[in-house]
């Protein structure tokens, strides 16, 4: 779908002054296409042109109550009339702490401003824990954009060689090649191939990084057992399971994906929903090792980490899920996994729908979905086409099919009926 316009006026006046027009590579969709937001409120969000649409992206995923939420935005303006920035410990990151723990179950806190500050904290926590180095990653798992993590995230298939010994690939330019030495990557939910490799390295590995769900490839989903065939491997082997819940994270459950998969990791990371759209993220866990972090043991820092207005969203967010906001957030989901398949079962389009009904995705293919190889090889092509008529149709999921679609607290019974009309529309258009 081309831009209206005023979108296009306004994004090739951003284009003059920030690279590809965006704030995050991930924004940019083509010249003609790139949309330039002008409001978002509950569930919708609209462009310059006024072209309204139900929003699934929810800026990758944090907006879990819904645009311009009053809970969050009333919490936040009174918060601030204290000041913002204080490089000192304030009262709302104690309330924020206390509920995180109570609802997650981990021990300690300790604050950042995105997901990708917190797995690279989480990572020289394991480090300097276990006094070894490597990590090992999971093939298509994205953990943010430091160079520790953006190894073989979207390699190309074929290309990253042979499944059994995968060739390690940077995301791009820029990521010194040195850093491949730190790095193990080895498909997800391949119990025999992870053993193989920690039995082979686990002296020199620190730790085993793991989205628990593979929520930047569509949502594919840990086989029964995997999560705790890691957790028994990491302690077996001393070795720290760092779970990334970045995307999971006060989402798929109040306790996030520790209470859905009922495995404890020793780190967790968190961003996303725990701001609605504020930038607060926290690397939690163990006592024993979260309480190692300090002066002269481990380094951790940052300017804007706590900061009231991020604290206060998140003091928000937590209230309210600890209240039920997910229950609506799920049977939205859920109807509309219900539905799709029904409608891709009629028109006789081989898929898999998978994930949570708090962020499903849908791929493509006629062979099951397991890893990112299995990804990789389904009909993106089909799936960017649906897409691209659900935008037409004022219906906004990422068209990258490797982004889940995002439900919000906002999303409402009426906005399931529209999309699901609007996706059989758009598959008979297609595929009839
Ligand atoms: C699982 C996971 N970890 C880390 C990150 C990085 O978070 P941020 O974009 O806030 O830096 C993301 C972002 O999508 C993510 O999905």
């Not at 981990?106 to 917190?118: C, F, K, Q």
């Amino acid at each position: 779908m081309k831009s209206g316009p005023k979108t296009r006026a306004m994004f090739m006046r951003a284009k003059e002054s920030m690279p590809c027009g965006v704030t995050s590579n991930f924004r940019y969709w083509g010249d003609d296409r790139t949309l330039v937001v002008k409001k978002g409120e509950g569930a919708y969000i609209w462009d310059q042109d006024d072209n309204r649409y139900i929003d699934y992206r929810l800026g990758f995923g944090p907006v879990i109550l819904g645009h311009a939420y009053k809970e969050v935005i009333d919490r936040v303006a009174d918060g601030l009339k204290m000041g913002n920035t204080f490089a000192m410990t304030n009262e709302l990151e104690i309330n924020v702490a206390e509920k995180i723990r109570k609802m997650t179950g981990v021990d300690m806190v300790r604050y950042a401003n995105s997901g990708t500050e917190a797995t690279m904290g989480a990572i020289r926590v394991a480090r300097a824990w276990t006094g070894r180095e490597k990590i090992l990653k999971f093939e298509g798992a994205y953990h943010g954009f430091h160079d520790y993590s953006l190894w073989n995230t979207y390699p190309p298939i074929p290309g990253t060689g042979y499944r059994r010994s995968p060739v390690l690939i940077p995301q791009g330019s820029g990521i010194p090649a040195g850093i491949s030495q730190y790095i193990f990557s080895v498909p997800f939910n391949d119990k025999e191939l992870l053993k193989k490799k920690v039995k082979e390295n686990w002296g020199d590995l620190a730790a085993i990084i793991v989205e628990p769900l593979l929520g930047n490839q569509a949502s594919i989903m840990p086989r029964d057992g995997f999560m705790d065939f890691i957790r028994e491997i990491c302690s077996e082997h001393e070795i720290v399971m760092i779970m990334d819940e970045v995307k999971t994270g006060f989402r798929i459950a109040p306790g996030g994906a520790q209470e859905y998969f009922n495995v404890k990791a020793d780190l967790v990371t968190y961003a996303k929903s725990l701001g609605n759209g504020f930038p607060v993220a926290a690397i939690c866990g163990k006592k024993e090792i979260m309480g190692e972090i300090g002066p002269g043991k481990i380094p951790h820092g940052g300017t804007y980490a706590g900061n009231v207005a991020s604290m206060a969203a998140a003091d928000a967010v937590l209230d309210m899920i600890a209240a039920g906001a997910l229950d609506k957030v799920n049977a939205h989901g859920s109807k509309l996994k219900t539905g799709w398949k029904k409608i891709l079962d009629k028109a006789g389009v081989p898929h898999v729908i998978q994930g949570p009904p708090s962020m499903p995705g849908i791929v493509f293919t006629d062979k099951g979905c397991l890893e990112y190889r299995d990804w990789a090889e389904s009909n993106h092509d089909l799936y960017e086409k649906v897409i691209q008529k659900l935008f037409t149709k004022g219906i906004m999921p990422d068209c990258d099919s490797r982004e889940p679609w995002f439900i919000s607290a906002s999303h409402s019974d009426e906005d399931a009926d529209y999309c699901l009309g609007a996706f059989g529309e758009a598959v008979n258009e297609i595929c009839g």
